[in-house]
């Protein structure tokens, strides 16, 4: 392969790990390739799982007494640092994800979100007072509860589509409840984690707070999972990973954010040209590659064809091409294997019956928009989760029917649903299986400081998004004293 393109102004690295406040080389390495190119852009340290275990043990020997005061202005520090080089960042997931700049860019400004949001929050008591003298046999007494961090420390795995937000999504509430954290992110995309490390010890952090181990997970991921000092596992990836994670992570807390066959149903009463612009989006946003991204299109039938046309006029518009190119709106996915596998699933369904609209045509790690109409729903392009930007149209008559397509699937994670009716859009909150459902936007849709997470195959049922994650990341204690009324 070629040395780094010259037209990104790349500096080639070579990254070691981030352990005990060091930057730690190894003679084995791993490269990262940019997917666009294929060209190296970087060699990475392998970590051992010595290397592994050193890591948790300087977290647990650690223990962290920054005020609030101290967390919040590290953590705005950080997002502060971020946002004076939002270019430098968009550019670094560029070239590790070949996901275009408007994307990375977008999820720069997400990751300055969860820190300003993880921030405020450090500020926020989070104690509940009782009184006691409620019943006639009540006592002079008020019972109290305040949280604090985890005694072990956390482990967290992180997926390869939002390099930096969702290492940054389990990292800012660690900080902020005053925890430890050692992080395996993807070894598809280590570089965004490992400068996030870096911005978080010149923004003040103690390094054993937030440790990075980066290798070949098969060889890691198991250490850390199974470490005697680690409390709680934190995962966010695919459902196949994440149940293996969970099964091994035994009698310790575990957050599981796994996979998602996300739908957008459109009713016969929706706005179609707005629902068509958003449904497009919703699918092919970050090439296709988010777990909530729109991966079935449930159309009532008396507007599914005017809707299927509407909904490829807009993929005619989406630009493909050079991720670094600022004109262009859908990147590479991960990389020529996943555009592969993203091609023989449209292909599949096209023999099956499926009707081809738009696209279905891959370039190196680049998968054009792709609309399928007259997908039906026990086809894989809409059973599995294909990661890319694929819309497959599912017609159905009645909202009866909607749902029960909906929730067919074994996966629930998010929903989204288009009609100016309340009636019926109350109908789907109630009987949508799903851990999020968006009225007049896509599944996507949310802030970083709600609660988010699936069920089903998309997850336990615990939620992420900052607030909720900082409460996972806390025990409760309770306490009593005397108090007179
Ligand atoms: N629900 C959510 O919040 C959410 C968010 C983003 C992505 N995802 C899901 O993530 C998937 C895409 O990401 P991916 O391809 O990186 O997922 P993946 O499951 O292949 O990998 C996720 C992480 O697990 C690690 N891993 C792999 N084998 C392991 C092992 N044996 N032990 C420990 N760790 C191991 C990987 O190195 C990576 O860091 C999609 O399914 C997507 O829906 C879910």
């Known amino acids: ?255 599981v954010e796994l996979g998602g066959t996300d739908p957008a149903i459109v009713l016969d009463d929706a706005d179609l040209a707005e629902t068509a612009r958003l449904v497009l989006l919703g699918a092919c946003k970050n090439s296709g590659q988010r777990c909530t991204a729109v991966k079935r299109v449930l159309v009532q039938a008396g507007v599914a064809d005017e809707f299927v046309a509407l909904l490829t006029e807009q993929a005619r518009q989406l630009r493909t091409g050079d991720p670094f190119d600022s004109q262009t709106d859908i990147g590479t996915v991960i990389d020529e294997q996943a555009a592969r596998r993203i091609g023989a699933a449209v292909d599949d369904a096209v023999r099956a019956g499926a009707v081809l609209r738009h696209g279905g045509v891959r370039s190196g790690a680049h998968y054009a928009p792709t609309v399928l109409d007259h997908v039906v729903p026990t086809m894989a392009v809409v059973t599995e989760e294909v990661f890319g930007p694929v819309a497959p149209v599912v017609r159905f008559t009645t909202d009866e029917e909607a749902v029960q397509i909906a929730n067919s699937s074994r996966y629930a994670l998010s929903a989204g649903v288009f009609t100016k009716g309340l009636d019926r859009a109350l109908r789907f909150v109630n009987e949508l299986h799903a851990g999020t459902v968006n009225i007049g936007e896509v599944p996507g849709y949310r802030i970083e400081s709600t609660p988010f997470g699936g069920i089903k195959d998309s997850g336990l049922g615990y939620k992420e998004g900052v607030v909720e994650t900082m409460k996972a990341y806390t025990n409760v204690k309770t306490f009593s004293l005397p108090w007179q009324p």
């Open 1 to 255: 392969m070629s040395a780094a393109p010259e037209s990104a102004s790349w500096r080639y690295r070579h990254e070691g790990l981030r352990i005990g406040g060091e930057t730690l080389n190894r003679d084995r390495t791993f490269a990262v390739h940019h997917p666009h190119t294929g060209d190296r852009v970087a060699t990475v340290a392998m970590a051992t799982a010595d290397d592994v275990r050193h890591a948790v043990l300087v977290a647990e020997r650690f223990r962290s007494r920054l005020s609030r005061h101290d967390r919040y202005t590290i953590l705005m520090r950080a997002r502060e640092l971020i946002d004076s080089r939002r270019e430098e960042w968009a550019r670094l997931i560029t070239m590790e994800s070949g996901l275009c700049l408007k994307d990375t860019d977008y999820e720069v400004g997400r990751a300055c979100d969860v820190l300003m949001f993880a921030a405020n929050q450090a500020l926020v008591d989070d104690g509940e007072i009782y009184s006691c003298d409620l019943t006639p046999h009540g006592r002079a007494r008020k019972v109290f509860t305040t949280r604090e961090p985890l005694l072990g420390v956390i482990g967290a795995i992180t997926p390869f589509n939002h390099p930096l937000n969702q290492v940054v999504h389990k990292v800012a509430p660690a900080v902020a409840t005053n925890n430890r954290l050692v992080l395996k992110p993807s070894e598809k995309t280590p570089l965004a984690a490992l400068a996030f490390a870096d911005t978080l010890y010149e923004a003040g952090l103690p390094p054993p707070m937030f440790q990075v181990v980066t290798g070949d997970p098969a060889e890691i991921g198991p250490v850390l999972i199974g470490d005697p000092h680690v409390e709680l596992v934190t995962f966010t990836g695919g459902t196949e990973v994440g149940k293996r994670v969970a099964a091994s992570a035994g009698y310790r807390r575990t957050v």
